[in-house]
């Protein structure tokens, strides 16, 4: 695999509330693509890095609700000037419906 391309999982999010998500892993995802192009792919509005190879994973079991500043993909960067590296695991979701989680985190069974 060359070093442009990568596997990167998804986490597709139904639900933040009832911690509803399917993985999809994309192989041969290329780094020097934008955001934009990646999320235009998947059809979601929104992307944060969950999880990179050989780093800390949080406790919250759809994704963290901290460091969006850092962690939220901007769609003007290429995957690769965003943070994104092989294995990375990212998240797709609606934003307003993060929003209104973000803002009483509360979950559903």
């Known amino acids: 695999m060359a070093a442009r391309e990568a596997v990167v999982t998804v986490r597709l999010v139904r639900s933040f509330e009832h911690r509803n998500f399917k993985p999809v892993v994309f192989h041969i995802v290329s780094l020097d693509q934008t955001v934009q192009d990646f999320v235009q792919l998947v059809r979601d509005d929104t992307m944060k890095i969950i999880h990179q190879a050989h780093g800390a994973k949080t406790n919250e079991l759809v994704m963290s609700l901290e460091d969006d500043e850092n962690l939220i993909l901007q769609d003007n960067q290429t995957l690769r000037a965003a943070g994104v590296a092989n294995e990375t695991e990212v998240a797709f979701f609606r934003r307003e419906d993060y929003s209104v ?5 509360q979950i559903a069974w």
């Open 101 to 105: 989680y973000k803002a009483n985190p």
